[in-house]
């Protein structure tokens, strides 16, 4: 009699972003197509991933698609929901499973979601911001939408190297911060470069009539660290240790006001 | 007439910089930033010390205002912070955690 069922051959690869190798296993040779695409310059190798997920590609998973995202914890399990995906992550176990359609969409948004937890306990974060090295070091450039963030990636000179222009990713390391290219994109549509530096200042867009940088107080320093700072878990804990790690990272890292006329010359300030 | 007691909520993250308070709510990541009346409350609600007090020793001290006036205005101030579950309101006493959690650095 004829085999009725063949074992599917599991198929995977690891994206590695901030240095954190990501192991996505799945059974579906379009969607893997479709990971290798969108995270070329972000895939790695590592034989023991820091985290893996397997992901059930499957019809869309909630009958009602725009609901928020929503990052629960209970017994050490992560819960992350949202209209297009279903997930969920164990990180003593390191492993996780995503349901959702075939696309990059939905596991960016869990990606994302989860390097904000991993980040959270070690006074790292991602923030919505453009970030870039010049001469060994990075630059955060942090604003909300239409502040600047793609404008200014846009005008950079070819010595810079740009990390993004929408997401950040900064990690604490020894006395200082280190800033990390990402896959997650704005306008400009192009994936961040795969490399990073020692962070030497954090700048607040603004856009004005005249190129310049101004202090800010510390306080205010710290605010706008907070408004910038993507974080979507419901936990009271890791709230906290994100609150105090944006003190303790003004307290440690240069922020500053840059106001900028919308050409190259703002450059001329940077590095 | 009843006193009011008022104790911050440990589940709260605060810091102070520059003078400048700033809370932020565990519940929804909701970030406040206090004034100089609602940020000596802050420092001063520990559950064991009645609000009145607090207004004559610590508010009045501070800014040249009626007593009276001080105290119903303190009163408006720690429900509204009531509200936002920063801090937590009672006519008895409010027994406090272990020293730490959730406290101004």
Same mark, same amino acid.
């Given at each position: ?79 992350? @929901?949202? $209209?297009? #995906? &279903? *997930?969920?992550?164990?990180? /003593?176990? +390191?492993? !996780?499973?995503?349901?959702?359609? =075939? ?17 959270? @306990?070690? $006074?790292? #974060? &991602? *923030?919505?911001?453009?970030? /870039?090295? +010049?001469? !060994?070091?990075?630059?955060?450039? =942090? ?32 006395? !200082? ?95 | ?105």
């Amino acid at each position: 009699m004829p085999e009725l069922t063949a074992e599917v051959e599991p198929l995977s690869l690891v994206i590695a972003i901030g240095g954190v190798p990501v192991r996505v296993n799945t059974t579906d040779p379009a969607f893997l197509d479709i990971l290798q695409d969108r995270y070329a310059g972000f895939l790695g190798s590592a034989e023991r991933a820091e985290i893996e997920f397997d992901v059930d590609v499957s019809p869309p998973v909630n009958p009602v698609p725009h609901i928020g995202v929503r990052v629960t914890q209970r017994r050490g399990r992560w819960s992350l @929901q949202a $209209g297009d #995906f &279903l *997930a969920e992550w164990e990180p /003593a176990s +390191r492993a !996780g499973r995503i349901r959702q359609t =075939a696309n990059p969409y939905s596991i960016d948004a869990v990606l994302r979601i989860v390097h904000t937890l991993v980040l959270a @306990q070690q $006074g790292g #974060f &991602l *923030a919505h911001s453009a970030s /870039a090295i +010049r001469n !060994g070091k990075s630059f955060l450039f =942090a604003g909300v939408s239409g502040a600047g963030k793609t404008t200014i990636s846009r005008l950079a000179p070819p010595d810079v190297t740009l990390l993004t222009d929408e997401i950040s990713y900064v990690r604490k390391q020894d006395a !200082g911060y280190v800033a990390y290219g990402t896959p997650f994109t704005g306008e400009l549509a192009k994936l961040g470069e795969n490399v990073s530096a020692p962070l030497a200042a954090l700048y607040l867009l603004a856009q004005g009539s005249a190129n310049r940088i101004d202090p800010i107080p510390p306080g205010e320093a710290a605010r706008s660290l907070l408004a910038n700072l993507l974080f979507f878990a419901e936990d009271e804990e890791l709230v906290q240790s994100m609150f105090h790690s944006a003190f303790e990272f003004v307290s440690r890292v240069p922020v500053s006001r840059l106001t900028f006329v919308p050409d190259s010359r703002v450059w001329e300030l940077i590095g | 007439m009843s006193r009011l007691y008022v104790a911050r909520n440990p589940r709260v993250a605060a810091r102070s910089l520059d003078g400048e308070m700033m809370i932020m709510s565990g519940r929804d990541s909701t970030l406040f930033t206090l004034n100089k009346t609602a940020t000596i409350l802050w420092q001063s609600a520990d559950g064991a010390t009645p609000l009145d007090e607090i207004v004559e020793h610590r508010i009045c001290q501070e800014f040249e205002v009626e007593p009276a006036e001080a105290l119903h205005d303190a009163e408006t101030l720690a429900r509204e912070l009531a509200s936002h579950d920063i801090i937590q309101i009672s006519e008895e006493p409010i027994p406090q955690p272990s020293p730490g959690a959730g406290e101004a650095r």
